[in-house]
């Protein structure tokens, strides 16, 4: 009865365009009504607690980062180098993208920071230099959502905080899948640019290739500095964040100087309205959740799915499957909030390994933004390209598919995951 209860009421008010916070606060609510008790003092602690949770310092900070990053020049760098090495091969602006996409992955960890920069920089360049406009959005959009799993990763924080899941190693996690996401959409990009007539830049030469990467060398040291502080222990990621912060407002202002008072000022503006908005879900999310705690919603989960959680496998096709569908409909951030606290003591049943689990699910969430009818990031290509929805829907669909495959490799082969993730360690 719980769980219809919590189903029914989140959806319910989600299908009447209530915003996701004030809808898991209902859910909290109603679960409250179900075990015969209302408390508001109570409600209102759990909300408190929910943002009041030292590793989720680490969000504003890695969302000031990779504000000042965009704003800063950064972004522009990136590309600069991406082009200088790709940009002669033949559909040399899509591998440009795949590799801008990576370097900024490592900075920033947001995907729809990353996409509006690269869709803002590139999509111009790939239209006027005849690039099928579809499968250029498509492409630039599969790229951005590598953001959330190499690292520093938002998403990884908030599922390490709702979940009590090592950050440090969802971290260290995301890199090897991170780098598959990119080798799989750059197939997917061949096979799309295969017997197109697409343009070839010169190739560059050492010198110049030698400039540009002297230019963005205080770009690339960001990523290095973050994974290095990390791997050797020196800070925590909240720290990490606060250091990529610091980093990058030094960089846009005394080295490159392309950041002034009035930019930083809007930097600012918009990292706070962030912020506001996913600690407000946290914090909708905690009393959600302890709501879902009392009314043992994990264990009769745990119950409905026992005849699979003695088959690992088959429980990770499941699970990837419904985070795939949900993710349709439902944003990452929400996703994780909602299910997370539900699905990881699941896993932990079913004997799959909590970081491993961690980063699948981020990456079946990531796919959810690129997916319609809801597609974050889709809209955020389609607003900056000004082109059609349709377009960017049927030019994403090869990279879809091909992320979908790399998913079923690591459900068929974990080791993938957790080998390195040991190595690393």
Known sequence: MAIAI???????AMSIGVPIAYALMLTAVALMYHLDFFNA?????????????????AVPFFVLAGELMTAGGLSQRIVDLARAFFGHVRGGLGYVAIGASVLLASMSGSAIADTAALATLLLPMMKRQGYPHGSSAGLIASGGIIGPIIPPSMPFIIYGVTTNTSISQLFIAGIVPGILMAVAIAIAW?????????????KESWGTRLQVLRRSIWALLLPIII???LRG???????????????ALIITTLVYRELNLAALYQVLVRASKTTSVVMFLAGAAMASSYMITLADLPNQLIELFAPILDKPMLFMLAAVLFLLIIGMVMDLTPSILILAPVLAPMAAAAGVDPVYFGLMFIMAGCIGLITPPVGTVLNVVSGVGKMPMESVVKGVLPFITAYILLLGVLILFPQIVTWPLKWLS
């Open 6 to 12: 919590f189903l029914v009421v989140l959806f319910s």
């Open 41 to 57: 003092q109570l409600l209102a602690q759990n909300v408190q607690a929910g943002f009041d949770n030292f590793p989720l310092l």
């Open 190 to 202: 061949g096979w799309v640019a295969k017997g197109k007539d697409l343009p070839v830049a010169e």
């Open 227 to 229: 994974i290095g502080g």
């Open 233 to 247: 222990g020196i800070f925590t990621p909240t720290e990490a964040a606060v250091v990529a912060a610091v980093y």
